[in-house]
């Protein structure tokens, strides 16, 4: 049960997750507390379906970097047959109910990310291009706008600003990761950016890139379906990540520590985020 759970990815879960909840809850109107939990079930099943068939379609790569040498079906505790039908079967139970109990068009769109992950990011981009993390980081900003959909049926210009946050915030973690796991994608032919281009040019744009967070991420603030307590966080947390990111850009020692300090904080960002969101708006609703 354990190395089934471990396939569906459980700590990228817990976030994709946390931002469902936040499109769901900052939607205009409301949705029945079972239809709701209903909701957050299938985009945490839509989630855990695309990490299984990523672990399963990714198993070669996987055996040769140290990061994931561990997963279940590099090391044979998984079977390669059982993980895509586990992942299979989450996709179509997930899309299915989020149809049957909640709407078609949440479901349609959860069925969008799904095969995007799958298919545009694993299949297509990962192995081809360093743009894999730029494009593909779309499906991972999703969630929110299947929360907000799950509420409203329509994709609304909230909804768009919870993706676009996410959308940005995806290369500068992820890029953070690969600045001190480099060797391991390069000896997994994946072409990451700091493979590709060097260090100095992806800090660059890490750096460029937490820029432009810094004015989107109060937008659910000036938008008016968060607070000003909301805002401040985001401008607070966004002035931390640019400075993050310069510490990264003047950082030249071996152990790229500067990078892995990043990596740590772009989570924290984000979860806080996420978080104060939640927060802002369910006081909104009490009220």
């Known amino acids: 049960m354990r190395d089934f759970v471990e396939l569906l990815k459980p700590r990228v879960m817990s976030l994709v997750v946390l931002s469902g909840v936040a499109g769901l809850l900052a939607a205009p109107g409301a949705l029945h507390p079972v239809l709701a939990c209903v909701a957050v079930l299938c985009i945490l099943a839509g989630a855990g379906a695309s990490g ?15 990061r994931t040498q561990q997963r279940p079906v590099v090391t044979g505790r998984v079977q390669p047959a059982e993980a895509l039908a586990f992942g299979v079967t989450l996709a179509l139970f997930s ?30 981009l990962k192995r081809r291009t360093p743009h894999n993390i730029v494009i593909g980081g779309a499906a991972g900003a999703f969630p929110p ?27 500068p973690h992820f890029w953070a990761l690969s600045l001190y796991t480099d060797i391991d994608y390069s000896n997994a032919g994946v072409p990451m950016l700091p493979v590709v281009a060097g260090r100095q040019a992806t800090k660059k744009q890490m750096f460029v890139y937490t820029l432009l967070l810094l004015p989107l991420a109060p937008a659910p603030y000036l938008m008016g379906f968060a607070g000003p307590g909301y ?57």
């Open 52 to 66: 299984a068939i990523n672990m399963w379609y990714d198993r070669d790569i996987d055996a040769v970097m140290r």
């Open 95 to 124: 899309v299915m109910l989020m149809g049957l109990a909640v709407n078609w068009a949440a479901a349609g769109l959860l069925a969008v990310a799904i095969l995007f992950y799958v298919f545009v990011y694993t299949v297509w």
């Open 145 to 171: 706008m299947i929360g907000w959909m799950a509420v409203t049926g329509t994709v609304d210009p909230g909804a768009i600003a919870l993706f676009a946050l996410i959308f940005l915030w995806t290369p």
């Open 231 to 287: 805002g401040l966080v985001a401008l607070a947390m966004g002035g931390l990540f640019v400075v993050s990111a310069a510490r990264v850009l003047k950082d030249e020692s071996r152990t790229q520590k500067a990078a892995k300090q990043m990596f740590g904080f772009s989570i924290l960002y984000l979860y806080l985020l996420l978080a104060v969101l939640i927060v802002d708006a369910t006081a909104g609703q009490l009220v």
